[in-house]
């Protein structure tokens, strides 16, 4: 594990880390709380802070509060304070405060590796929680709920002058896939496609059936490549299916994010491209704003209310 130390003695930090070291953890050292905070905030990966609860910039429990409350709630951190005190009320305070473990200054060797592996099994716990919480089962993809989180932190960023790019993928005849081959078959196309897009390495959720979203911090151009990369992954698949294997094929609706859009908007475009690509003969990347809209784009079911197309 990765362990954030905050100890303002320079001896005591070599001794806490010594202890954990030979266990085969990687200990950060800081005398300094703020600067601790900030490290946290950068290094997602931490998953045990050891703190004292007697600093000179604030107080351990202070830093305790500013990291629960400053770090995203779901974060897999487990918290120990440190204090050569051994008055109750202060430990009272740690773990009120969002303290998982109180230990005394110095700590004992079996005591502290004991405390360091309850901490591993709760936080290894924690991530597979926070996983289910985020990915839909059957693809791996993030599902409709976490897409629309990461895609309002990104929203943000495009804010501040980032390119942002929104896709949405529609397996073409999906339906009689299924209904040729059945629900088995239909599942396994779902995740062959759904392992290609995750290894695009950009956000993608399922938001329903066999519709896909992708959120690319590019411009169109770029987009465009990522897309079309996609969708020949996808038409080079062989799926296996009674009597042979079968292929699929992919349609791909394409919106650049423009400085008054919405997720919603945004999404809209895409979609309404989508249908374009579909009703031009599927298999195909449009994007927006690359064609004259009809009245058939005039409907939108909105991200709150997104369906796959069944029959598409």
């Not at 009272?92 to 303290?99: H, M, N, R, S, T």
């Not at 491209?273 to 003969?281: C, F, I, V, W």
Request: aromatic share 6%.
């Amino acid at each position: 594990m990765r362990i954030a130390l905050v100890e303002p003695s320079r001896t005591n930090q070599r001794i806490v880390a010594g202890l954990i070291e030979p266990w085969g953890h990687e200990v950060y050292s800081f005398a300094d709380a703020p600067e601790a905070l900030a490290f946290l905030h950068v290094e997602p990966d931490v998953r045990v802070l050891i703190s004292s609860i007697e600093l000179d910039s604030m107080s351990g429990i202070q830093l305790v509060r500013n990291v629960r409350a400053s770090l995203e709630p779901q974060r897999p951190l487990y918290i120990i304070v440190m204090s050569s005190s051994h008055e109750r009320s202060k430990m009272i305070e740690a773990l009120d405060g969002g303290a998982d473990d109180y230990i005394s200054k110095p700590p004992m060797t079996e005591e502290l590796h004991a405390r360091l592996r309850a901490a591993d099994r709760i936080t290894s716990m924690q991530a597979e929680l926070v996983v289910l919480a985020k990915t839909d089962p059957l693809t791996g993809l993030l599902n409709r709920r976490a897409f629309v989180e990461a895609a309002q932190r990104l929203l943000e960023r495009a804010a501040t002058g980032h390119p942002l790019s929104a896709l949405i993928c529609d397996l073409d005849k999906f339906k009689s896939i299924n209904d040729t081959y059945g629900h088995e078959v239909g599942d396994l196309v779902l995740r062959k496609v759904s392992a290609e897009a995750r290894a695009l390495g950009v956000p993608a959720g399922r938001l329903g059936g066999e519709e896909f979203a992708f959120l690319v911090e590019a411009a169109s151009d770029g987009a465009i490549e990522l897309a079309e990369r996609f969708r020949a992954a996808v038409a080079e698949l062989a799926i296996p299916a009674a009597g042979g294997e079968i292929k699929v094929t992919i349609s791909i609706g394409l919106a650049e994010w423009k400085p008054a859009d919405t997720l919603d908007s945004l999404l809209r475009k895409a979609d309404i491209a989508l249908y374009e690509a579909k009703r031009s003969g599927r298999n195909r990347t449009i994007a927006a704003d690359t064609f004259p809209l009809a009245k058939e784009h005039e409907q939108w079911r909105g991200i709150a209310r997104m369906t796959a197309r069944s029959a598409s």
